[in-house]
């Protein structure tokens, strides 16, 4: 025997082999893009916020001052307005998410894609790692790598938000408790938007499977392929019978989902303390596992593509 | 246990026979140039045998069927398709740690001490590399997995003489032994023919030629003959009569040596020859 069946048989040789933890390093490499922009749209928050802080103490001090309650009704406005600009720096933040749910939306239309366009795909097959191996490491990376990324990059870009506001109003000699008294909790804020997070990309399952499945399938214009379908969908059900269920479908799977960032999912009144998450409006929705149903057999059927899909 | 086995293999797409139902046997440790001119089958028949492509017919390679357990083979296969094949935006480093980290058979050691040798930056990307760079890198990878079979399709095309050269030299003498089996499809002919064992001519989806190298330098000579043996020389029906400088050579099957040697000049034939002799249009003497 030569040395090298040797290698082969010691029991060293193939406890190293973990094909899916590099595939979805594998992705990393690719498409750094999944956390890259996330993070400039944080910078870009963070440095408009930075520009905010100027006006900041003179908020605290229109806050600060009760109003009469005969004060006139343009006081009233005022006030409201410097309130909404204390907050304004953590809507800010959701701008991170807004990024990141684009940057889903492309990796999963190319990530199928473009291994077949560039005919990397012949490399990655010529190596033991299994179509659904392949398939499953693609659809982690928005269901499982992007959310706690940008839950991560939200949650520090609120700290440190929040952190610069309360000094800024400190060193001006300013009551913080005011400043408080407008701003979410932090942990409310950390739970709230780790749990809307991932409750989003829960609902957006569907839309990923399809994304991707759109990606395996089609040959070029996956943008068109995976929009102009549905559209013509909602359009021929429109206009064949007058009636909207496929675009009551469509919008309530791009739109329901940011329900979870709101108090009780009602989507009405923003997340203010714990007992306001409540998943059970979720959970009990056949849509929301009609959706996950949906996903995988979505994925599926991109395992089943991507064994038969030649090299574009 | 043959390494490869095919019988009747046959692949459509659509109403093109890319493969019109081929037998071939590959025993261990042979190396096979598969020989054809473009859209033959070649790669057809090797995207079978790796698992790439559905196709009819019973195929086994390893033993094992290579579309339904294409991740269990491509543990004991290795595959170069053309050099384009790496993925442009991947890092020299980061094909090594995948390789290494999805491989159960990957030297890590040996594939840097290759890459050692050559010009190739770990922190390089694929798409800053000369295309005689990414054969190089793409043999290292190769070249560290222990394979038993080693699939290469067209693997030094566009590559110029010297990293084609230094390509089959490396894969010769550092990589191959008689344990291993290797196929190789390409249309340098001339330049492997040296390192086959067997050689297999595929045209239209059709094995028309396959043989040892032994059995195939037996079998055909090249007679070099002068205009005065020529009437000769033509009574023995060559295959294929061309003429270089004013000189007949004369591609003969089956005729024995003696009775060539007693008109000219005798020589093993080049595959290259041989190939446009049953392959090119019907020209010479060829019946």
């Known amino acids: 025997m030569s040395d090298a069946a040797l290698a082969s048989a010691s029991p060293a040789s193939g406890a190293h082999v973990r094909p899916f933890y590099w595939s979805v390093r594998r992705e990393l490499w690719e498409n750094r893009a999944i956390y890259l922009a996330p993070l400039v749209v944080a910078g870009i928050v963070m440095v408009g916020f930075l520009f905010s802080l100027r006006d900041l103490p003179q908020a605290i001090r229109v806050l600060g001052t009760p109003l009469a309650p005969d004060a006139p009704m343009a006081e009233h406005r005022a006030h409201g307005l410097q309130a909404m600009a204390v907050m304004a720096s953590q809507a800010g933040i959701l701008a991170i998410l807004v990024a990141a749910l684009i940057v889903a939306i492309f990796y999963c239309l190319a990530c199928l894609h473009n291994e077949r366009r560039d005919r990397s795909v012949l490399f990655w097959k010529s190596l033991p790692v299994s179509d659904t191996t392949a398939v499953l490491s693609k659809a982690f990376i928005p269901l499982a790598v992007l959310p706690p990324v940008v839950v991560t990059i939200m949650v520090v870009t609120q700290l440190i938000t929040a952190g610069l506001a309360t000094a800024v109003v400190a060193a001006s000699g300013l009551d913080t408790g005011i400043l408080w008294r407008q701003l979410t909790p932090t942990p409310v804020v950390i739970v709230g938007l780790a749990y809307g997070v991932v409750m989003l990309m829960l609902w957006y399952a569907p839309i990923v499977g399809w994304l991707m499945l759109v990606s395996a399938w089609a040959k070029r214009m996956t943008f068109v392929w995976a929009v102009a379908p549905p559209l013509a969908i909602c359009l021929f059900e429109f206009l064949a019978f007058r009636s909207h269920y496929a675009w009551t479908l469509v919008h309530s799977r791009l739109v329901d989902g940011l329900a979870a960032f709101t108090a009780g999912g009602k989507g009405k009144e923003a997340v203010s303390k714990l007992s306001d998450i409540d998943p059970m409006p979720f959970l009990t929705d056949p849509g929301f596992w009609g959706g996950l149903v949906f996903a995988a057999a979505a994925l599926a059927a991109c395992v089943w593509l991507r064994r038969r899909r030649e090299p574009i | ?287």
């Open chain 2, 1 to 287: 246990m043959a390494c490869i086995d095919a019988r009747g293999l046959r692949k459509a797409y659509g109403k093109t026979l890319a493969l019109a139902g081929i037998d071939l046997q590959v025993e261990d440790g042979r190396i096979l140039g598969l020989i054809g001119p473009n859209g033959a089958g070649k790669s057809t028949a090797l995207q079978a045998i790796l698992g790439l492509i559905p196709y009819e017919g019973e195929l086994k390679v390893l033993g094992l069927d290579p579309w339904g357990e294409r991740d269990k083979l491509m543990a004991q296969v290795c595959f170069v398709a053309d050099v384009a094949v790496l993925p442009r935006w991947l890092k020299v480093r980061d094909a090594v740690d995948y390789v290494a980290g999805v491989h159960p058979r990957f030297d890590r050691a040996k594939a840097e001490a290759f890459l050692a040798k050559t010009t190739i930056k770990p922190a390089s990307t694929v798409r800053q590399l000369s295309k005689g760079m990414v054969a190089q890198l793409h043999l290292a990878l190769v070249m560290a997995i222990d394979a038993q079979l080693l699939v290469l399709d067209e693997p030094t095309l566009g590559l110029d003489i010297v990293y084609r050269k230094s390509f089959y030299d490396s894969l010769l003498n550092d990589y191959f032994d008689q344990s291993r089996t290797i196929v190789v499809s390409t249309h340098q002919v001339e330049e492997i023919q040296h390192i086959l064992t067997d050689v297999a001519f595929i045209d239209r989806g059709r094995i028309v030629l396959n043989t040892s190298m032994e059995a195939f330098e037996a079998r055909y000579a090249e007679l070099m003959v002068g205009p005065d043996r020529l009437d000769a020389a033509l009574a023995l029906k060559p295959i294929q009569a061309r003429q270089v400088f004013g000189r007949h050579i004369l591609l003969f099957d089956g005729v024995e040596r003696a009775r060539l040697a007693e008109l000219g000049e005798v020589r093993a034939p080049s595959l290259a020859d041989l190939f446009v002799a049953v392959m090119g249009p019907a020209q010479g003497a060829s019946a």
